[in-house]
């Protein structure tokens, strides 16, 4: 038999010395800490519908006979739904466990070790933790303090090795859009662009009816925001007709589950409710928006996402931080050098915004 330290000599090396992702921690592990009961917490720290998935998508669930059968691999059903979604034909979309997965899966396809992919901080982290993972090499072009993408700065960047660049659009944590002209600009370049835009139902700006007509555009979407299926996994992407074929072929077979493929054909049946509530959430933003902007000692960014950003100003973004979550009210603090002292909050209810402004008030 080997020794543990024989397989660390097994081990890829790059793997050992990389950055873990830093996920958000689990609601009832949060409000055990808390002492506060998980009913009665305030989750705005993960970007999640606040108010659930459709009622429909519930009883679909609980009414679906075939959980005993292996999932289509072809999710002839779902890409067809996604078809009429998108007003994109269904040969261009693949379905994902979360578009996570369609990033991994991209990855995998065109990074071999020491290619560059081209990340543009402050973003989402699993751009950089996937890349880490392919053995592929993040290049950094951090964006402008606007948040705009620097495309002056990864147009120099961009040499043999680069594969992939990846903008996010609207940006998480920054909740901006990219305009498609930059992404135009981008696409002149022979790296894959992909524009994730996770957050599009909040921001009606979308670029995927450019996919057509563009060999290296990928528009990834997902179901965990708008739908509120976030914990069932389920996204997709929107790629040129030749990737398709081998992404179809790399990913694996049942990548998508049952349950997840249930659920998000029966949100695709239930627009008229979830439009409400993304209305609802849009409209929520606007007013925590004006809320948040008469505290002086904070600098809000305007999103179109569902969550907004803001920049503590007088050096008290950890004490916040800690401070909400005392009181049972989670949201994300990042201390980056992007993004010293701010927090980013997600769009609750009314009533969240109602307490999470009271608390604040009470502690400055
Ligand atoms: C939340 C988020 C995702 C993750 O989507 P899943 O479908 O849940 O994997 C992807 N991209 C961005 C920018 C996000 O913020």
Redesign the pocket.
């Known amino acids: 038999m080997i020794s543990p330290e024989d397989i660390e000599g097994l081990l890829r090396p790059e793997l050992k010395t990389m950055k873990a992702y830093t996920p958000i921690e689990p609601t009832d592990v949060l409000s055990q800490r808390v002492e506060i009961p998980q009913e009665k917490v305030i989750k705005l720290d993960g970007?999640e519908n606040p108010y659930g998935c459709s009622a429909r998508v519930k009883q679909a669930l609980a009414n679906y006979g075939y959980y005993h059968l292996y999932p289509d691999p072809e999710q002839r059903e779902l890409r067809k739904a996604l078809e009429e979604y998108t007003g994109i034909s269904s040969e261009y979309i693949i379905a994902g466990s979360?578009?996570?997965?369609l990033?991994d899966l991209v990855l995998r396809l065109f990074v071999e070790p020491g290619d560059k992919v081209i990340n543009c901080p402050p973003?989402?982290g699993?751009y950089p933790f996937s890349t880490d993972v392919s053995g592929g090499k993040v290049v950094s072009i951090p964006r402008k303090r606007d948040f705009s993408i620097d495309v002056t700065a990864i147009k120099e960047a961009i040499d043999k090795r680069t594969k992939v660049i990846f903008v996010?659009s609207p940006?998480?944590p920054s909740g901006n859009v990219t305009p498609e002209q930059v992404i135009l600009e981008l696409l002149n370049s022979a790296a894959v662009v992909v524009v994730?835009e996770?957050?599009f139902e909040f921001s009606g700006i979308t670029v995927a009816p450019l996919v057509p007509k563009y060999s290296n555009l990928i528009v990834?979407r997902?179901?965990?925001?708008w739908a509120g299926l976030?914990g069932l996994?389920?996204?997709y992407g929107i790629f040129p007709i030749n990737m398709v074929k081998y992404l179809m072929k790399i990913k694996q077979p049942y990548n998508v589950n049952v349950a997840a493929q249930v659920a998000a054909l029966e949100s695709l049946k239930d627009m008229n409710y979830l439009r409400g509530t993304i209305k609802a959430i849009v409209d929520e933003r606007e007013r925590l928006l004006t809320r948040l902007s008469q505290l002086d000692w904070l600098k809000v960014y305007p999103s179109q996402a569902n969550f907004i950003l803001c920049s503590v100003l007088n050096g008290k973004a950890k004490t916040i931080h800690k401070g909400l979550q005392k009181k049972g009210i989670f949201v994300r603090y990042f201390d980056t050098p992007q993004l010293k002292d701010c927090l980013r909050i997600s769009i609750g209810k009314p009533e969240h915004t109602d307490t999470l402004i009271a608390t604040l008030k009470e502690m400055c």
């Open positions: 970007n979360g578009s996570d997965e990033i973003t989402f699993m996010a940006n998480n994730d996770a957050y990834l997902t179901f965990s925001k976030a996994r389920v996204g």
